[in-house]
């Protein structure tokens, strides 16, 4: 992880934010053992109740894509809240 500069939060998180979409491509092929041509196929297709489409996501591909959601979330709060060390605690009150 880059070291957070405390002057530019908005750098700092929008920089990390942007890691994600391919942090999660990575960890998701990982996870399920595919190809990236395989993520992208199946991240594309359109299921359907009516669909028997052999590509459909088991339940083991459904159950490693939101560990891996899971995963990158608590990625982000704990980073925010590692960025938000330097901010005035009040932005955080509800008004």
Do not use: G
Request: with cysteine; charged share 30%; glycine share 0%.
């Amino acid at each position: 992880m880059k070291e957070i500069t405390p002057d530019n939060p908005l750098n700092n998180i929008y920089e990390e934010f942007s890691k994600f979409p391919a942090m999660y491509r990575d960890l998701v092929c990982r996870e399920c053992n595919w190809s990236y041509p395989t993520f992208y196929r199946k991240k594309n297709e359109l299921f359907s109740a009516e669909s028997k489409s052999k590509n459909q996501l088991s339940q083991a591909e459904r159950d490693a894509v939101i560990k891996v959601s899971l995963t990158i979330v608590d990625h982000i709060v704990k980073f925010t809240l590692k960025s938000s060390q330097h901010v005035d605690q009040n932005v955080f009150e509800e008004n």
